[in-house]
């Protein structure tokens, strides 16, 4: 934990990725309560100097909390459209959050064709730099509403791996509904171990039990796995904690939570 401490310490430019769980509260809708005290665990790093970029997750959850009649609805179009209307709500909630501590955010709504677009890039690049710089929070989610298959990142745990290199970042935060990784699942495993230390992903790869997607969310402990294979050749670290666990971000950083490093490659 000690160990978390220093690499939060050392690191000014962090990205943090919310999950979809961690925004829902147990009945699905948002959780306002969370986003209002994690926004005030950020100010508190913005005054020592950390510069923050926030992709969170959510906008199906914050569509379900405006529409909940379509919380059944599986359609592709359905699905799209509670995107479209929950990600006005998501952001809004997160102005009001992070407003209560006098901070303003910046949205972005990114696809994969976004990064594979070297002007697209460079403007994503510049207008981060230029929020950050200007002590705006920029909060990124995946453009769901109009993203099909072919140009859809399909997580935001890869997102905000794309993101962390594209900004050059110092270290990327998944916040999860988990406290790291483990030899197997700890809800159904008690025996399961948690990894305090990744410096092989292959090997880990091989020494763990892989499970599915969770209930909101798209990703799992393999799209975790998958942002760290992107991220540490970059020589980014990565740090995969619990995001529903109290007062997380503040925890971390003062070395009195746990989670999973992945360490930079040298």
């Known amino acids: 934990m000690e160990e978390i401490a220093k690499l939060i310490k050392n690191s000014r430019k962090i990205v943090i990725k919310i999950g979809s769980n961690t925004?829902?509260?147990?009945?699905g809708t948002q959780n306002i309560e969370f986003m209002e005290n994690f926004a005030r665990q950020c100010k508190a790093l913005i005054e020592q100097g950390k510069q923050l970029i926030l992709v969170s997750s959510g906008a199906q959850v914050s569509g379900v909390s405006t529409v909940k009649e379509?919380?059944?609805?599986?359609?592709?179009?359905?699905?799209?459209?509670?995107?479209?209307?929950?990600?006005?709500?998501?952001?809004?909630?997160?102005?009001?959050?992070?407003?209560?501590q006098d901070l303003h955010i910046g949205?972005?709504?990114?696809?994969?064709?976004?990064?594979?677009?070297?002007?697209?890039?460079?403007?994503?690049?510049?207008?981060?730099?230029?929020?950050?710089?200007?002590?705006?929070?920029?909060?990124?989610?995946?453009n769901d509403s109009v993203a099909i298959e072919e140009f859809s990142i399909g997580?935001?745990?890869?997102?905000?791996?794309?993101?962390?290199?594209?900004w050059s970042?110092?270290?990327?935060?998944?916040?999860?509904?988990?406290?790291?990784?483990?030899?197997?699942?700890?809800?159904?495993?008690?025996?399961?171990?948690?990894?305090?230390?990744?410096e092989n992903i292959a090997d880990l790869r091989k020494n763990i039990t892989i499970g599915a997607t969770n209930a909101f969310g798209t990703g799992g402990i393999e799209t975790k796995i998958q942002a760290a294979e992107k991220v540490t050749p970059y020589g980014i670290p990565l740090l995969l904690a619990?995001?529903?666990?109290?007062?997380?971000?503040?925890?971390?950083?003062?070395?009195?939570?746990?989670?999973?490093?992945?360490?930079?490659?040298?």
């Open 23 to 27: 925004l829902a509260k147990a009945d």
């Open 70 to 100: 379509w919380a059944r609805k599986k359609d592709v179009h359905f699905r799209q459209a509670l995107c479209s209307i929950g990600q006005v709500e998501l952001m809004a909630q997160w102005r009001k959050a992070f407003g209560k």
């Open 107 to 142: 949205q972005l709504l990114l696809t994969k064709d976004d990064f594979g677009n070297d002007l697209r890039s460079l403007n994503i690049r510049n207008t981060l730099f230029t929020l950050v710089d200007e002590g705006v929070v920029p909060i990124i989610n995946e």
């Open 155 to 166: 997580d935001n745990d890869n997102l905000s791996a794309l993101t962390s290199i594209l």
């Open 169 to 198: 970042a110092d270290l990327l935060i998944l916040f999860s509904d988990i406290d790291g990784v483990y030899t197997d699942n700890p809800k159904t495993n008690p025996n399961a171990k948690l990894i305090e230390n990744v």
């Open 242 to 266: 619990n995001g529903s666990a109290e007062n997380i971000l503040e925890n971390l950083a003062t070395g009195n939570a746990k989670g999973t490093i992945f360490l930079a490659n040298e």
